[in-house]
C-alpha cells in the first residue's frame, strides 16, 4: 500500500532537456512562473503555450504520463476557477440564483486557469527530467551566494539528500510496524476519523524513536568518514555548464522578450490593421 | 621498533546514568583499564559479550568517545587534541553495525566518494579512489546501484569501500556482521580478510561470533569493561572452560577437541579448524592404535 507513493517522480528518458545542467532547469521553471505573471493578453499566453509545448516535446515525455500526475490537482484547479467566476464584481453576464457570472469574473477564472494549469505542468517538466540528487545539487550551487547571509546552503541540501535517502527505509520500516500492530489486533481502518487519527499513535510513536535512532547513528558514521560541513568540501561530481546549457539560457531570454512584445505589439497591429 | 599503529594506555570511560529529571542515578564503568598495543598490519579481533565494553573500546579508536581516564594514540596522536581529530578519523576508519545506518549516499559510488569529498581531494583522484575500493570489495558492477536495491552484506561491502576510499592505514569494524545472515556475514569476513592479506590494511575486528577470530593474529577478549583473556585465537580457544563462563560459544570443532580430550584421548589444545582437527584426530587415532 505505501509503496506506491512515488515522490519526486523521475521520468527516465534520453534527451536534450534530461541532459541539461540541473541550475538552467531550476532558473527556467522559476522564469517561467514568473512570466505567466507578467505576460498579459491571450497573445503573450499563446507565447508560453507554444514555448511549454516545444520543452514537452523535446523531453520526450509522453504528455498522457504528466497529465496522470496532475489528477489530484484538478479539484483544486477547478474549486479556484469557480470561486473567482462567481464572487468578482463587475458587469453581470449571466444570473443563476443568487450568483451570477460577471465579464470581469469570466475573464479571471480563465486567466486563473491558464496560469495555474501552466505553472503546474511547467515545474512538472523540471521534476520529471530531473533526478532529485540532480536537484539537490543544482538548488545548492544556485544558493550559494546566501551563504553570505550566512544561510547555510550546504547544510540544507544536505538535509534534503539525507532525507531523500531515507524515505524508501522509513516506509519500509512503516510497513513493518503497522503488520506487527496488526498482528497484535491493531485497527487502521475502522471508525471515524478521530479514531482513525488516533490508531495512528501506536505507529507513531515507534517509527518517530527509530528515526532518532537513525539520525543519531547517521550523524556518527558521517563524522567518523570526515564530515564537518560544506568548508574544504570536494565534489564527486561537479555540475559544469556545457554549450547547450548557454543556448538554453539565450532561448528562454527569448522567450520572455517574445512574450512580452507579443502581449503589447500584436493588439496594436492587429487593431491598425483592423481600423 | 617504536610506539604501535594504535596504543591504549590505562583507558577508562564511564558512562553518567541520570534518571528523567536529570539527576546523576549513578556511573557505568564501560571500559575499565584496558591497554592495547597494535602494530600495523595486524590483524586484531576483539571478542566480548553484549555490554562487556568493546563498542565503547572501538569508539575510542576514531576519536568519537573520547576517554575519562587514560590516553589513546593513533598513529602517534593523542585523540584528546582537538586538532587532530580529523587526522586521526582518516587514520582509523571506522564501519558500523547497522548497513542502513551508515550509507549516506543515493547511489553506491556516490556513497564511496562521500569520505573523500569531506577530505577534499581532487574530483578526479575520488573516482580513481571509488572504483579501486570498490574493486577491493568485489562491488564495483554494483557501483551505478541503489543502495536499497542490495543485500545486507553487500550494503557492508560498500560501507567498507567507503571507508577504504578514505585511504586509512587502520580500518575498525564495530560488529560488521551482527544484522547479517550467514550468507553475507561470510562475504563481509571474507572482504575484510583480503584487506588485510593483500593492501596490508590494520583490521581491528569487534564482534561476538567466534568463527570470525580464527584468522586474527591476536584476540582480545572483554568482560565487565576489562579484557580478561589475550593471546593468539590458539592460545584463547585453548581456554575453552574460561570461555565458557563469559558466556561465549566456542567453535563447534574446538569444543569437539576439547571434549574429547577432557574424556583421556591426546588432543591437541585450541583446535581451530576442520582441516586441523582431522590431522589432530588421525594422529590421535595412530597413537591410541
Known sequence: ?275 | MGMGLIKVKDLIYEYIRRDEEGNVEGITTAVDDVSLDINQGDFVAVLGHNGSGKSTLAKHLNAILYPTEGTVWVDGKDTKDEKSVWDIRQTAGMVFQNPDNQIIGQIVEEDVGFGPENMGVPTKEIWERVEESLKAVGMYQFRKFSPNKLSGGQKQRVSIAGVIAMHPKCIVLDEPTAMLDPKGRKEVIRAVRALNDVERITVILITHYMEEVIYADKVYVMDKGKVTLQGTPREVFSEVDRLKELRLDVPQVTLLAHELEKEGFPMPKGVLTNQEFLEALDQCISEVG
Open chain 1, 1 to 275: 500500500m505505501l509503496r506506491e507513493i512515488t515522490l519526486g517522480q523521475y521520468y527516465q528518458a534520453d534527451s536534450v532537456i534530461h541532459r541539461l545542467d540541473p541550475r538552467v532547469k531550476l532558473g527556467t521553471t522559476v522564469l517561467f512562473i514568473i512570466s505567466l505573471f507578467v505576460f498579459d493578453g491571450i497573445w503573450g499566453y499563446a507565447v508560453a503555450a507554444l514555448f511549454l509545448a516545444l520543452v514537452i516535446k523535446l523531453s520526450k515525455v509522453p504528455f498522457r504520463f504528466m497529465i496522470k500526475g496532475m489528477r489530484s490537482i484538478v479539484f483544486l484547479l477547478s474549486i479556484t476557477v469557480i470561486f473567482n467566476l462567481f464572487l468578482t464584481p463587475g458587469e453581470p453576464l449571466v444570473q443563476i440564483w443568487k450568483f451570477g457570472i460577471t465579464k470581469e469574473g469570466l475573464r479571471l477564472a480563465v486567466l486563473l486557469a491558464i496560469r495555474l494549469g501552466f505553472l503546474i505542468i511547467g515545474s512538472s517538466v523540471m521534476t520529471l527530467t530531473t533526478t532529485p540528487n540532480q536537484l539537490t545539487d543544482g538548488l545548492e550551487k544556485m544558493l550559494k551566494p546566501l551563504n553570505r547571509i550566512k544561510v547555510p546552503v550546504h547544510e540544507i541540501a544536505m538535509m534534503m539528500s539525507i532525507a531523500l535517502r531515507f524515505i524508501p527505509i522509513l516506509m519500509e520500516e512503516t510497513d513493518k510496524i503497522m503488520k506487527a500492530q496488526l498482528a497484535r489486533c491493531a485497527d487502521f481502518e475502522s471508525g471515524n476519523l478521530i479514531r482513525k487519527a488516533k490508531s495512528l499513535v501506536p505507529l507513531l510513536v515507534p517509527l518517530f524513536i527509530s528515526a532518532f535512532r537513525r539520525a543519531n547513528d547517521l550523524a556518527m558514521a558521517m563524522e567518523a568518514r570526515c564530515y564537518r560541513g560544506g568548508e574544504h568540501r570536494t565534489k564527486m561530481k561537479p555540475l559544469h555548464y556545457a554549450g547547450r546549457d548557454y543556448i538554453a539560457y539565450i532561448i528562454v531570454v527569448c522567450y520572455l522578450v517574445g512574450g512580452i512584445a507579443a502581449g503589447k505589439l500584436i493588439p496594436v497591429l492587429l487593431s491598425n490593421i483592423l481600423a
